[in-house]
Structures are given as structure tokens and as C-alpha cells.
């Protein structure tokens, strides 16, 4: 069957893209917004910006790729579509981090796992970050509009078996877990999510609200990395680009965007960082701190008949039975998921090398992973991390606490009493030293003792958030409940760096929900302006 390449048919139709690595001279550009971003955030705002009939210019640093590039290939994926080719990891090596990277950003090789803000984070913000006029009554219908956009419903086919054993395993222990929601129209159940949806069945935002507000006459410039914002008196008064090539190294070529409001989406890490970058106010010192992960541990299991775990929606199944057990502010929660398993992906975030690696590697097919992402952010011993500006970027310092360390054995030891339940044959603990274990006693014990340390233990991330933290109390927030910046009176945020501790939950809805409230009620008061 033909795949219909919607951003073929657009650019064919006239869409207003310029791919800046084409650039033989500078440009100027003129809009009543400029978004930094094409993500989450940036894709969210661009459409309900443009609806409301604003002129956009959307700046994105990652090249405009479709699904005709889109090769199930990770070697060619990894590069093309992930900041630093998905070998990004913090200050000290410990945590790998996958932020996506190209029009759509990290949506355009996310999961599709699509869950609203627990309650329990909404309160906990109110209580303690000073947050306003968020919690779940008033951000339902926001989360609805989305869901209804986006497609986001429960996935109704049978799991794939990475996910079907976390299904067991729960059933047989009598733990709580729930059917995934995704953000899918006509699914092929192929697996390869991560690697931009072959035949655009997810509904991210390179096939969503980008091409919406392209359809509106937005104007979208990829391929050129925002560098600074301009300000004077307490007003952004531009935006400097600098264009990159087709490897995406930087050129010498400058854009110059101007607005009557700005909107940064590029993310966590990146908002702080262009903040920073700009030299803006931040009397108390909070860009880019509280910086959060979910940092993630892996846990292997041997079956003795073929997973495949490559194949299928790669997440349908989650377990929060551990997540708010012991309230928000107690010990760091953990939620259990699976990951998909390509060959790169799982032996860059396994442990071994030589012979063990490649024994690791031989039993692939009938490897099963549960993974363990824990909540930071909520206990007093989880500050996240710290965005640093460096010579050459950025640097994230994020340390691994004993609050952390403390949850991750529970989490080991929760991982290998499901994955034994679920009918495993021998697990292994992601964590250098531990060799498999053949049973749930065994398991038991070795894990109590097991030494867990930075570099010794796999901890991943695919859920950066945080580090330009939302709230009214401007000691701990940058931008107030609705994403304004307290200190520039022409600047949103609109992104998961607002978010002022982790969510314990997967981030795209959450994104997509408050971006949605925040953009609908700025698209209002410009209007208004302009009509004044
Ligand atoms: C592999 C993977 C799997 C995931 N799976 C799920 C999932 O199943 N469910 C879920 O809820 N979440 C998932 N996430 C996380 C989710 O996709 C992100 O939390 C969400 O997309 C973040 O939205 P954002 O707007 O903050 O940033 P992003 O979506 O990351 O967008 C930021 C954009 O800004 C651009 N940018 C950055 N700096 C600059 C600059 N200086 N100039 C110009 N542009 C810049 C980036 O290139 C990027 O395109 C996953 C993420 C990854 C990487």
C-alpha cells in the first residue's frame, strides 16, 4: 500500500519552509509570534496560535524529515533525529539521556504513551511550588481537546509480549496496572515508533499541528539553532539564529526573527540553556536548577520462547502500583513500563562487554525488559539536576542521591519478582557485578546486597523536564501558572520545562494539555491587543 507523505504534499502546496542549511545570506523575518521549537510545546502553540489568526514563525534546530526517510534503520534514526545521535548523557556520564532532535522534536520518535498529570503532582504543586488554577478539574477539558486531536485512545489490540509478561506478572502478583492510551490513527503495530513512524500512523507533531499551521501560513525555518534572545527594559525585542548545515554543524549565516511575543519550546535543557545563553534575568538563580530525568533502570529477563520485543506498540501496558505508595513527598516512587528492544538501543544501556555482551546479545530474542523510572523532584534528597553553560554547550550535573539509590533496589528487586511471576527463566539486574539470577529467592537476596553506583548501574532517560520551573512565587518559578515569564513581558514558555518537579508519568498529554490552556488564553490576549 502507498504512504501518503503529508509533509511532501504540503511542501508541494506551497508551505512557507525555509531549511536554512540553503541559505547563501542572512535573513530577517517578522511575525506577531516567534515559537523556538517544533515539539510538544512549539507544535501545541503553533497550531492554536495560527487558528486564532496570528501570523508564526516557527525556528526548529533539526532538519524537516518525513516518513519517506523514515527507514526502521536505528544506525540512520539515531543521527538524523536525536540530539547528540542518542549518545547524550549528563555531566559524569551516568545517565544517558534521548531528546529528540527534528521537526516534531521528541514527538516525532516518541512511544505514544499518552497519560493526563496525576493528581497527586498537581497537588503537590499547589501545595508546595505555588502553582495556580491547575489541578485536574480545570485542566480535564484541556487533556480532552488534545485526546481528540491527537487520537489518543486505548490501545485495543492484544500487547506485544515485552509488554503482555508486565501484564502477567502484575495479574499473577495482584499489582495494579492499566491499558496504555497512544496517539495513533491506523497503526501498523510495527515497533519502530522510535525511529520516526514509517507510515504516519502517530500522531505526532510533524503529521499533527505543524502542518496545521503551515495549511494557515505559518512560516517554518529548520535547521537553525536559536542562539540568544535580545532584550531591553524588560522586553524581547529578537531572536538570533544561526543556520546549520546539512550535518547540522554551524554555518556562518544569521537569522534575525522579530515579534510582538516569543514563545520558547525547545525543550528542557535548551530553554535554560538559550535563557542562560541570553544573559536574562534570573535574580534567584533558578534557570536550568531542578532539572528532572524520571532517571530509569532496566531490568533483563530470559524466556524461553521468543519475546521479539523489537515488534508490536512498544509500551501498551504500565503498573503504577509503586509509583504514590508512600505519598508524594515520601520515598521516590517508581513506574513500571517496557521499553522497545532494538539491537542498539538495548546494547548501549546493558552492561558487559566482549564475551558476556555478545552472550547477552545471543539470547535477543528472548529477552525481556521492564524498565523502573522514578519519580524526582517531590522528596527533599531529589533536587534533579543543574543546567551548566560550557564552552562548548551545556552540561548537565545531575547527582544520584541516596534517596535514589535507596528506591532504586526496590525497584530492582519489584522488576525481578514480576518478570519471575511473568514466567521468566533467569533476570539480570541492568547493573555491573550481577550475574542472572535463576530465581525469585535468589533474586531476593543478591539484589539487597548488590552494589549500585554511578557507571556501575545503567540509568537512562527519554523524559527530560523541569529547570524553568512554573508557580506564582517568583523565589521558586520563572514563568507563572500559565507559562508568562515574570520578568519579559512579551515571553512565554511553553514546554516541559516548566514543570516544577518530575510528573511520574510519561510527559507528552501533560505538554500538550497546559501548552493547549496556556496558548488558547495568549492567542486571546494578543488578539484583543491587536484589535485595541
Ligand atoms: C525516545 C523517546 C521516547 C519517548 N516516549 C514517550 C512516550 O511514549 N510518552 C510520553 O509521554 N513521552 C515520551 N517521550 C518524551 C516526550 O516526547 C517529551 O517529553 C516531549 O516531546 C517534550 O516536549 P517539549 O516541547 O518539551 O520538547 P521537545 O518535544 O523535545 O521539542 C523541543 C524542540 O526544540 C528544538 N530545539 C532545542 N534547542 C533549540 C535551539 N537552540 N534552537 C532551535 N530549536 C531548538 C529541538 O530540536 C526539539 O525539536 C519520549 C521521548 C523520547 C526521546
Excluded at 324 to 348: F, N, Q, T
Amino acid at each position: 500500500m502507498a504512504i501518503q507523505d503529508p509533509i511532501e504534499e504540503g511542501l508541494a502546496s506551497g508551505w512557507k519552509h525555509i531549511d536554512a542549511s540553503q541559505l547563501s545570506e542572512g535573513r530577517t523575518l517578522e511575525a506577531d509570534v516567534v515559537i523556538v521549537g517544533s515539539g510538544a510545546g512549539g507544535g501545541v502553540a503553533a497550531e492554536i496560535l495560527t487558528q486564532a489568526g496570528l501570523s508564526v514563525i516557527i525556528v526548529e534546530g533539526g532538519p524537516l524529515k518525513s516518513s519517506n526517510s523514515f527507514n526502521m534503520e536505528e544506525r540512520r534514526a539515531y543521527p538524523n533525529l536525536y540530539h547528540q545521535a542518542a549518545g547524550m548523557k549528563t555531566k559524569d556520564k551516568a545517565i544517558g539521556i534521548f531528546q529528540g532532535r527534528a521537526v516534531g522534536g521528541s514527538t516525532t520518535v516518541n512511544w505514544t504513551t499518552s497519560i493526563r498529570t496525576p493528581e497527586p503532582a498537581l497537588e503537590f504543586w499547589a501545595k508546595e511550588k505555588s502553582v495556580t488554577d491547575l489541578s485536574r478539574a480545570e485542566l480535564d477539558p484541556w487533556f480532552q481537546k488534545m485526546e481528540e486531536r491527537l487520537n489518543i485512545s486505548k490501545w485495543e489490540y492484544e500487547p506485544n509480549r515485552n509488554n503482555q509478561a508486565l501484564k502477567t506478572g502484575c495479574e499473577k502478583l495482584g499489582w495494579d496496572f492499566t491499558v496504555i492510551k497512544r496517539n495513533v490513527k491506523g497503526c501498523w503495530n510495527t515497533g519502530y515508533c522510535g525511529m520516526g513512524c514509517p507510515v504516519n500512523a502517530k500522531q505526532s507533531m510533524l503529521v499533527t499541528t505543524i502542518p496545521s499551521a503551515l495549511d494557515l501560513g505559518a512560516t517554518l525555518v529548520s535547521r537553525a539553532k536559536v542562539i540568544e534572545l535580545e532584550h531591553h527594559n524588560g522586553k524581547i525585542t529578537g531572536v538570533k539564529a544561526q543556520a546549520l548545515d546539512e550535518q547540522l554543524k554551524p554555518t556562518a549565516i544569521e537569522l534575525n526573527l522579530k515579534a510582538k511575543h516569543y514563545i520558547l519550546s525547545a525543550g528542557a535543557i535548551h530553554t535554560p540553556t538559550i535563557l542562560m545563553r541570553s544573559g536574562t534575568d534570573d535574580p534567584h538563580q533558578l534557570l536550568g536548577k531542578r532539572t528532572f530525568l524520571h532517571p530509569t533502570l532496566l531490568s533483563g529477563a530470559v524466556f524461553s520462547d521468543p519475546i521479539n520485543a523489537h515488534s508490536g506498540a512498544p509500551q501498551s501496558i504500565y503498573s503504577d502500583e509503586f509509583v504514590w505508595r508512600d505519598g508524594a513527598a515520601g520515598e521516590l516512587g517508581y513506574k513500571l513500563e517496557v521499553p522497545p528492544v532494538h539491537p542498539i538501543l538495548i546494547s548501549s544501556k546493558t552492561i558487559g562487554y566482549g564475551k558476556s555482551h555478545a552472550a547477552l546479545m545471543e539470547n535477543f530474542n528472548q529477552l525481556q525488559v521492564t524498565i523502573a523510572l522514578v519519580r524526582d523532584g517531590f522528596h527533599p534528597d531529589s533536587q534533579g539536576g543543574q543546567v551548566h553553560l560550557t564552552d562548548t554547550g551545556f552540561a548537565l550535573d545531575y547527582p544520584l542521591t541516596d534517596a535514589f539509590w535507596h528506591s532504586a533496589r526496590r525497584a530492582f528487586a519489584s522488576m525481578a519478582e514480576l518478570q519471575f511471576a511473568a514466567g521468566a527463566k533467569q533476570v539480570l539486574p541492568i547493573s555491573e557485578g550481577v550475574s542472572y539470577l535463576n530465581s525469585w529467592k535468589e533474586a531476593k537476596s543478591v539484589i539487597a546486597d548488590m552494589e549500585l553506583a554511578p557507571l556501575k548501574t545503567v540509568v537512562a532517560s527519554a523524559h527530560v523536564m523541569g529547570g524553568c520551573a512554573m508557580g506564582e512565587d517568583t523565589k521558586i518559578a520563572m514563568v507563572d501558572s500559565h507559562g508568562r515569564s515574570h520578568y519579559y513581558e512579551n515571553l512565554s514558555v511553553m514546554d516541559g520545562s516548566i514543570f516544577p518537579t518530575s510528573l511520574g508519568a510519561n510527559p507528552q498529554l501533560s505538554i500538550y494539555g497546559m501548552t493547549a490552556r496556556n496558548a488558547t488564553k495568549l492567542a486571546e490576549e494578543l488578539t484583543a491587543s491587536s484589535l485595541a
